[in-house]
């Protein structure tokens, strides 16, 4: 027991230390945040973090002053061997403590829900990042659809664009490479020459999402939106069913327009012009109403995306 306590088990926590960090940084890079969780995150986080972090840094100096610091110089000072002994002992023991009850504490908060790290916030609505990276995930295409399993690496910037009662709708610039072609799992188990030619489906892109928002549940993607570079024509690969269209919008130099105030007017500096072509594509499951100008509210209702109350009195909000 000595033998592996002493001996084996510094090895193997040095092996899980260097090892995990590699597999965070390769699989799990969004959940990299200059955040501090103990700041952002539940009371219980408060209190683990600051404790499991003071703690190993004593533990580690204490470490560093056994092994490097000889016993002539702790002498030197008055310290005897007694005190020396009772003093890393105190010390050892308080620290030892702080370390082990904190790494619980996180470890416990890191088995709950990922969407309840504030990382994952997005127009003030907890979660909505995490529920997008999903939904491209599982659905999105890069490059015309040459990079056919994208992943969602990280977010530059993301900003909320239009906010109506209801709805809003959210710019999301990201970067993404490809978990096939671009040195995935796949690519593990092939010849070093061929991984290497496969890496080329990586970038920025932009996207915009439309979400439901309502009082009495949280925010829910409902929509994907997308849009050409002014004076373009959308293209139409389903015909007449992929239906393109745009809106008046107030402009400031090459900045994307935005939705004139209330009474149809601009702000200061900006100019009413006919906004570049759009088409939404909501998650209906239904050619008919999928690319619909407007929320088509029935078929949302029907797959349970709006809430029961907004459903039973449609009249009541109508635009969602």
């Known amino acids: 027991m000595s033998l592996f306590l002493w001996v084996i088990f510094p090895y193997v926590c040095l092996t899980i230390f260097v090892v995990g960090h590699y597999w965070r940084y390769r699989y799990d890079k969004f959940g990299w945040t200059t ?3 103990q700041l952002y995150e539940s009371r219980l986080l408060r209190i ?4 499991f972090h003071f703690g190993i840094l ?10 490097g610091v000889p016993k002539s110089w702790t002498a030197a000072v008055g310290i005897s061997e007694g005190l020396y002994h009772l003093m890393a002992v105190t010390l050892g023991a308080v620290a030892g403590f702080c370390t082990v009850v904190g790494l619980a504490i996180l470890g416990f908060g890191a088995c709950g829900d990922p969407r309840d790290n504030p990382v994952w916030t997005l127009g003030g ?21 040459r990079c056919k399993a994208p992943l969602l690496e990280g977010v530059s910037r993301s900003r909320v664009v239009e906010d109506e009662p209801g709805r809003f709708e959210v710019d999301l610039a990201y970067y993404y490479r490809d978990m096939i072609r671009d040195g995935g799992d796949d690519c593990d188990r092939l010849p070093n020459a061929g991984c290497r030619a496969l ?9 915009s999402f439309v979400v439901a928002r309502e009082a009495d549940r949280p925010a829910v993607l409902v929509g994907a939106m997308y849009s050409v570079q002014r004076g373009e024509r959308g293209p139409t690969p389903g ?39 759009m088409m939404h594509v909501w998650f209906t499951n239904d050619l008919r109403s999928a690319f619909a100008i407007g929320a088509p ?13 907004f459903c039973r009195n449609p009249g009541s909000r109508r635009g969602m």
């Open 199 to 207: 890496r080329e489906c990586r970038g920025f892109a932009e996207r």
């Open 239 to 277: 015909g007449p069913i992929t239906r393109w269209h745009s809106h008046v919008v107030c402009i400031v130099g090459q900045k994307r327009g935005l939705k004139p105030r209330a009474n149809g007017t601009c702000p200061p500096k900006a100019t009413a012009s006919q906004g570049s072509e």
């Open 297 to 309: 509210e029935p078929e949302l209702c029907r797959l349970g995306l709006l809430s029961s109350a």
């Open 48 to 51: 683990g973090s600051p404790m």
């Open 125 to 145: 609505e907890p979660g909505l990042l995490f529920t997008i990276k999903q939904y491209y995930e599982l659905n999105a295409l890069e490059e015309g659809g």
């Open 58 to 67: 004593v533990v580690f100096l204490g470490h560093v002053m056994g092994l």
């Open 35 to 37: 955040r501090s969780s």
